[in-house]
């Protein structure tokens, strides 16, 4: 992408003569003054704009060309590019309008919306003594003077993409509004002390008892926006937390939570309403936890599922969404970050006629992801794949998919004996979670089928002595189980602004601190995090998955026989070639994908005697 910094050479734009608006024909000039664009293209683009009325911004009209620069390294002109460019040439920051990093209410409070329309500007940040404002009109100037005045704080221009300015301006305006309405509405209707926590409200019920309609318009739109960006944004979880004064509202994008929004108490809790009502959910029940699911689309078209769960909080219901993109399931292996010996390993357990495969890792870990691609894969027309899951996850129509239900007393162990009369050639266990579900499990196993299924554990060997502490014979653990697989995610490197470096004595000393006591060849060259817009500035964008796989050889079945301990099973893995998980981590940092801070992060230490 061009930097602005790359044409400080160049004279700077006089923007403080008679205020006007920008035309094709002025930003052309500057182009051909730069040496970025050839005058003939410049002036045959002009002649077809006066010709046409292009009635776009002139900067739109020129991205639309799909010009390169002239100048070395001959970057591609996009929109983002000459906006850099422009606002280099202004002397002025180019500002990218983030909009989960704007307090849109307190933006939207400087001016009105037609003003801002009328000079094309947009306020984008309120400080105490500054109000940032973004403009795609640098040169007309007249209403800062009157901003001033009003607001009595010093303005600072910023110049930002055009569409960007005219979408915000709309979307921006159009929510604080609605959060306000919203707001508003809800005073009038529950009173003065419709602020008060969960606790202090069940005092209030007998003297103020309407519901605020969770259909109201206002708050669909405020739902509909939060889940449009959190579609946009990659988020793969949505917070919506009660406090006392305000609700917070969280993204979890790529592993890590973000605050980005903080809604008047009254508006948040409609917005729960208004979504458990979507969800199938008890609206009036509000002291226990409850599990519901929405199927939407994104803005793109694409099908999304959204399974939500609530939780009775001190200041009423948080609420989670965890966003499940079907897409997952047509993604292969290589895409979750299995090596090709992984992907071998997997393949081979996977297409046994029979036995017990598990995934393991902690919450968060993707074993999920891994057991619904695996399954999609396996589903084929000749064959019978049931689930039973707690709760459903993605529902999948090559599958047949069962839920649990405690309140009727159908638990895992219930489920798998009643999908046993269902002529299954694979089964899928949620998770085994006590002795009578291992036992069906091994059953289930013993009689032909082919089970997958997940436990919490640290790595793939402790899933063995997990089993054991549960109760299962050891010998029936030697006949049944194929193989187990821990995993991890870590953050992926942005390829768009990750940065080589030659290795310093630091991360050297990382390095063999990951690898201890393995060898392993260190890299020549790491890489950093550096951050762009594409990945919002954190220099990461997506996750991977680190494997480690255990499969059961004779031996080790052997030492299961025998009782061994746990630091044993592991020692004979180590010996016939399981990898583990810090040495996983290892091969993508010494690929360039990730970073030895990532894998220290997530990766347990490598144990061996």
């Given at each position: 992408m061009m930097n602005a910094q790359r044409h400080t050479s160049h004279k700077k734009t006089d923007h403080t003569g008679p205020d006007h608006r920008l035309t094709v024909a002025e930003i052309l000039g500057f182009l051909v003054s730069d040496g970025l664009v050839d005058p003939e293209e410049a002036n045959a683009l002009l002649a077809e704009s006066r010709l046409k009325r292009l009635t776009e911004h002139p900067l739109v009209i020129i991205a639309d060309q799909k010009w390169k620069s002239l100048r070395a390294p001959h970057v591609p002109l996009t929109l983002e590019a000459l906006g850099e460019w422009?606002?280099?040439?202004?002397?002025?920051?180019?500002?990218?309008?983030?909009?989960?990093?704007?307090d849109f209410t307190a933006v939207t409070d400087v001016m009105s919306s037609a003003y801002a329309t009328r000079f094309g500007i947009l306020p984008v940040k309120v400080t105490t003594s500054e109000i940032v404002v973004a403009t795609i009109e640098p040169f007309l100037r007249e209403w800062e003077k009157e901003i001033e005045s009003i607001s009595k704080k010093s303005i600072r221009r910023v110049f930002s993409s055009p569409p960007d300015v005219a979408r915000y301006l709309v979307e921006f305006y159009n929510l604080a509004r609605s959060v306000k309405k919203a707001a508003q509405l809800k005073a009038q209707a529950g009173g003065p002390n419709t602020a008060l926590s969960s606790f202090e409200q069940l005092v209030q019920l007998g003297q103020a008892n309407r519901q605020f309609d969770a259909n109201d318009q206002h708050i669909v739109n405020i739902v509909d926006w939060l889940w449009q960006y959190a579609f946009e944004q990659r988020a793969s979880d949505i917070h919506i937390e009660p406090r006392r004064e305000l609700g917070i509202v969280r993204f979890r994008i790529d592993g890590v939570l973000h605050q980005v929004y903080q809604i008047p108490m009254s508006v948040m809790t409609a917005m729960t309403s208004r979504i458990k009502i979507l969800g199938r959910m008890d609206?009036?029940?509000?002291?226990?936890?409850?599990?519901?699911?929405?199927?939407?689309?994104?803005?793109?078209?694409?099908?999304?599922?959204?399974?939500?769960?609530?939780?009775p909080t001190a200041f009423g219901e948080k609420l989670v969404m965890r966003i499940f993109d079907p897409e997952v399931l047509v993604r292969n292996f290589s895409e979750l970050g299995f090596s090709d010996d992984d992907r071998a390993k997997w393949r081979t357990m996977t297409e046994s006629p029979h036995g017990i495969i598990f995934v393991t890792g902690p919450t968060g870990s993707g074993k999920t992801t891994t057991l619904y691609s695996t399954l999609k894969q396996l589903a084929t027309p000749a064959v019978n794949v049931c689930t039973i899951e707690d709760p459903i996850e993605m529902v999948e129509a090559s599958f047949n998919q069962m839920q649990v239900q405690p309140v009727i007393d159908l638990g895992f162990a219930e489920g798998?004996?009643?999908?046993?009369?269902?002529?299954?050639?694979?089964?899928?266990?949620?998770?085994?979670?006590?002795?009578?579900?291992?036992?069906?499990?091994?059953?289930?196993?013993?009689?032909?089928?082919?089970?997958?299924?997940?436990?919490?554990?640290?790595?793939?060997?402790?899933?063995?002595t997990r089993m054991l502490d549960l109760?299962?014979?050891?010998?029936?653990?030697?006949?049944?189980?194929?193989?187990?697989?821990?995993?991890?995610?870590?953050?992926?490197?942005?390829?768009?602004?990750?940065?080589?470096?030659?290795?310093?004595?630091?991360?050297?000393?990382?390095?063999?601190?990951?690898?201890?006591?393995?060898?392993?060849?260190?890299?020549?060259?790491?890489?950093?995090?550096?951050?762009?817009?594409?990945?919002?500035?954190?220099?990461?964008?997506?996750?991977?998955?680190?494997?480690?796989?255990?499969?059961?050889?004779?031996?080790?079945?052997?030492?299961?026989?025998?009782?061994?301990?746990?630091?044993?099973?592991?020692?004979?893995?180590?010996?016939?070639?399981?990898?583990p998980l810090r040495i996983s981590g290892a091969m993508k940092v010494a690929a360039g994908v990730t970073t030895l801070a990532e894998v220290f992060n997530v990766a347990p230490p490598s144990e061996r005697n």
């Open positions: 422009f606002a280099g040439r202004l002397g002025m920051e180019y500002f990218h309008i983030d909009p989960l990093k704007i609206l009036v029940e509000k002291r226990r936890p409850q599990d519901g699911r929405i199927k939407t689309r994104t803005a793109a078209g694409q099908e999304a599922e959204l399974r939500l769960s609530t939780l798998v004996r009643a999908l046993m009369r269902q002529d299954p050639d694979i089964i899928m266990v949620g998770e085994v979670r006590d002795l009578e579900t291992a036992e069906v499990t091994i059953q289930a196993a013993l009689t032909g089928h082919l089970v997958l299924s997940t436990l919490h554990t640290n790595d793939a060997p402790a899933a063995i109760g299962v014979p050891p010998y029936l653990l030697g006949t049944t189980v194929i193989g187990v697989m821990a995993q991890r995610l870590v953050r992926v490197l942005c390829p768009n602004c990750k940065q080589a470096h030659p290795a310093t004595p630091e991360d050297e000393a990382l390095w063999d601190r990951l690898v201890a006591p393995w060898k392993a060849n260190r890299p020549a060259q790491f890489y950093s995090p550096v951050g762009c817009l594409d990945c919002r500035m954190t220099g990461y964008r997506g996750r991977i998955g680190l494997y480690e796989i255990l499969t059961l050889s004779p031996d080790i079945k052997q030492a299961i026989a025998d009782n061994a301990e746990v630091a044993k099973i592991r020692d004979l893995a180590y010996r016939e070639g399981m990898k």
